[in-house]
């Protein structure tokens, strides 16, 4: 349908009454509230109505297909059928976005989510009347469109909304008349789907029976606060309920209750009954007799299970309205419950809090005063008030449980900075502390140094990006000297300054605890970097250093290659964008032919040329230490490309390289072909953005024929086009490595989506793919779903923007959805 149809037919609807049309500068203040694969939701204010209103959209990609525009008018006929009734979203008419031509829905705002969510933080104040109110709503709203002639095919919980305490049916765009049937399952809620359907969607008709199906599992959920076999994979739900699998009754349901949703979710779908009979039954429901048969024969353990999951449901719900003393007392007796888990544990010992008010943190406080189960407290984003800081600086004075502390970006008081310093100073358990971004004032700057010289069990320091200058590191490094516990300290984005460096370099001669320092992005130049790099030759405890995103130069560079050709510890060196160029580059790589513990560099960043990829080249020749190499956003060239490549035909050390972005080009993506055929060590490969182009794809797939070492490879962005990415997935036929392996962005085409797909048939080894931003087309894409259907190794799928048609998108949907194995996927 044309921009020009799409507007000619809203015209007539409009002119007809089907819908009304609102300007597009009447909504204001437009928020996302989700984003799904085929459309958008968004609340809004609607001037008019003064008011806010919902806005549903398709999604920019699909906005001007056929097919889904059809399917958005179809929605708009179908909520204007049933726009009379309480219990189907109210549909208030249409606008237009005059930017981006998008057309939109606009809907009536529910105040409190779905149904889902509501249960999830309300279960427990919901009485049997309120349950059965509930089931009423949902099947008077069902009637509705059943006697419309419409099946709403997607029933769950998510598409039932909560609004001032009364349900509402929405999400209709799956929904069709009588005559019509859809052969998609895109939904990931195979608990709520018609097993009929399940069990050959193709042939099974979606009609009233199935809604009547979608009701019985819902009514089940109202009863229990659940979702309907939570803790199972889409497989395992999908082989349940095809198999007559259901979810058993809960204590204290009325048998009516039970009655009224067995029938409904019947595996027979000719004796399910009508919405009509089910809204009799529920007008007649007597809420006595309940359900106790099957509780009076659980055994302790099936006691246990029960309690411990109203517990854990009750706990959570406390620890989102920040009752933190009532989620303490309740996660203690989940921990002594026999049947708890190791999430459960995890999530008593754990805490990360943001944006606290000051009752949160009056809360918190009492709750830290009786917990003996929290070890890890992160406290972000929080402006505390004087009388907070001094309650919280009291429990961390007497705790003894909690190891590690975050109060990143806090903005303490000054008084805070005292009393908090003090206290920590006090701890004897915290052994990690997090300072990070809080901008700290004079009185913590001062206090930081006496936290040092006192607490003896911090072993990790973390002060990155408190705009630490000069004074206040001299003042840290002087405690430095007393300090014996620290391990780890994070300078990351402070102001070091020269005298600074001095103070800190004096400290590093006599230190003989920290290991692992973090200096990166201090503005530090040659000056204050050759101060430094001249401790490297006395220190015999730091192993692993980092001075990226600092302004050494060609000067600075020589200075630290120096100073690496004596020192004896590092074994981790990160010297990115320091601005090295020709000189200090050079100098990097006759250090590696000497130094003989560095393990993992990273020079990336740093102007790099041919040349200087020369010369590394020549030194990864006579280095037997290195085993990680990150060399990327340089200017290698094809040259340094080749030379790079020569040498690691002859290094059997590295096994991590990173070269992306250094505009190899073919020539030198052939030369690294050719050196794979033989180098047996490098397991992970990054050649992202280097323009290799087909003929260097060709060269690298013909490579990944012999190579039985690489397990990881990025060819993302490299232009290898239809032909390089077939011969890519004839490699794939062989392979039997790699598990881990990006192509997005080649403008592979459907061709090569097909050739990919039929590897997918045979290889056995990737769990790792992404496809992204390919071009396959329907063709590819239905290629594509064929071998994921039969695939059993992919855990993570990258397939977005490759111009699938609807169609295709919801098979894949639907295939990826009931594949238990997936840890992600997007399409």
Aim: aromatic share 8%; net charge neutral.
């Amino acid at each position: 349908m044309s921009l020009t149809s799409k507007k000619d037919w809203f015209k007539v609807a409009i002119d007809s009454n089907i819908c009304k049309s609102f300007e597009y500068n009447s909504i204001s203040d437009i928020r996302v509230i989700a984003s799904g694969t085929f459309n958008s939701v968004f609340s809004a204010y609607l001037k008019c109505a003064e008011n806010f209103v919902a806005l549903k959209s398709l999604n920019d990609s699909i906005n001007k297909d056929e097919n889904s525009f059809n399917e958005f008018v179809r929605e708009c006929r179908f909520l204007t059928s049933a726009n009379f009734h309480d219990n189907i979203i109210k549909f208030f008419g249409i606008t237009q976005d005059p930017t981006t031509e998008t057309y939109y829905m606009i809907l009536q705002f529910a105040n409190s989510g779905n149904l889902q969510t509501y249960l999830h933080y309300n279960f427990l104040k919901l009485d049997w009347i309120t349950k059965i109110k509930m089931a009423k709503d949902i099947a008077s709203g069902i009637q509705c469109l059943h006697d419309e002639n419409i099946v709403h095919q997607n029933l769950h919980s998510k598409n039932i909304l909560v609004h001032d305490g009364k349900l509402i049916i929405a999400d209709m765009n799956l929904s069709r008349s009588i005559n019509t049937n859809s052969t998609s399952a895109n939904d990931e809620m195979l608990a709520y789907i018609d097993p009929e359907y399940l069990r050959d969607p193709f042939i099974c008709k979606r009609e009233k029976p199935s809604d009547i199906y979608s009701i019985g599992v819902l009514f089940w959920e109202i009863s229990s606060g659940l979702s309907p076999f939570k803790d199972s994979h889409s497989f395992t739900i999908f082989q349940k309920v095809i198999s007559g699998g259901r979810e058993s009754p809960i204590k204290g349901t009325p048998i009516d209750f039970i009655n009224i949703y067995s029938d409904a979710w019947q595996d027979n779908l000719n004796l399910r009954p009508t919405i009509s009979k089910i809204r009799q039954k529920l007008n007649t429901i007597q809420l006595e007799p309940v359900y106790e048969e099957k509780v009076q024969a659980f055994n302790q353990n099936d006691h246990e299970d029960t309690l411990i999951i109203k517990q854990r449901m009750t706990a959570k719900i406390c620890f989102k309205e920040r009752n933190y003393s009532k989620a303490v007392d309740l996660w203690e007796k989940i921990l002594r419950n026999p049947n708890h888990t190791s999430a459960d544990k995890q999530d008593a010992s754990i805490w990360t809090l943001r944006n606290l008010d000051n009752n949160a943190i009056k809360s918190l406080t009492d709750a830290l005063c009786k917990t003996t189960t929290i070890t890890s407290l992160n406290i972000g984003w929080t402006k505390l008030g004087t009388k907070e800081e001094k309650a919280l600086a009291d429990i961390i004075c007497r705790n003894t449980t909690i190891t590690s502390l975050d109060l990143k970006w806090d903005q303490l008081s000054s008084e805070g900075e005292k009393v908090l310093a003090d206290a920590i100073s006090r701890n004897s358990t915290i052994t990690s502390l997090v300072l990070r971004w809080n901008k700290l004032g004079p009185e913590g700057r001062k206090a930081l140094p006496n936290i040092l010289c006192k607490n003896t069990t911090i072993t990790s320091l973390n002060l990155a990006e408190n705009q630490l200058c000069s004074e206040e590191i001299k003042l840290l490094a002087n405690a430095l000297c007393k300090n014996t516990s620290i391990t780890s300290l994070n300078l990351f984005g402070n102001k070091l300054g020269f005298e600074g460096s001095e103070a800190l370099a004096s400290t590093l001669c006599k230190n003989k605890t920290i290991t692992f320092l973090n200096l990166g992005w201090n503005q530090l130049s040659v000056k204050e970097g050759k101060v430094l790099i001249n401790v490297l030759c006395e220190n015999t405890a730091i192993a692993s250093l980092d001075l990226r995103w600092n302004e050494f130069g060609s000067e600075g560079g020589k200075s630290l290659a120096m100073a690496l050709c004596e020192n004896t510890t590092i074994t981790f060196l990160n010297i990115s964008r320091n601005k090295l160029g020709s000189k200090g580059g050079n100098a990097f790589a006759n250090a590696l032919c000497t130094n003989t513990t560095i393990t993992s560099l990273n020079i990336s960043e740093n102007q790099l040329g041919p040349e200087e990829g020369k010369t590394l080249s020549d030194a990864l020749c006579k280095n037997n230490t290195l085993t990680s190499l990150n060399i990327s956003k340089n200017q290698l060239g094809p040259e340094g490309g080749k030379a790079l490549a020569d040498a690691l035909c002859k290094n059997s050390t590295i096994n991590s390289l990173d070269i992306s972005r250094n505009q190899l080009g073919p020539e030198g993506g052939a030369a690294l072909a050719n050196a794979l055929c033989k180098n047996t060590a490098i397991t992970s490969l990054n050649l992202e953005y280097n323009k290799l182009g087909s003929e260097g794809g060709k060269a690298l797939a013909k490579a990944l024929y012999n190579n039985t070492s690489i397990a990881s490879l990025n060819l993302k962005w490299n232009e290898l086009g239809s032909e390089g990415g077939k011969e890519i997935a004839d490699a794939l036929y062989k392979n039997s490595t790699i598990n881990s392996l990006n192509i997005g962005w080649n403008k592979l085409g459907g061709e090569a989506g097909k050739a990919i797909a039929n590897a997918l048939y045979k290889n056995t080894t990737i769990t790792f793919l992404d496809l992204s931003v390919n071009g396959f087309g329907s063709e590819g894409g239905k290629a594509l779903a064929n071998a994921l259907y039969k695939n059993s190794t992919i855990l993570s799928l990258n397939l977005s923007e490759n111009q699938f048609g609807d169609d295709e998108k919801k098979v894949l949907a639907d295939i990826l959805s009931k594949n238990t194995k997936f840890t992600f996927f997007k399409i």
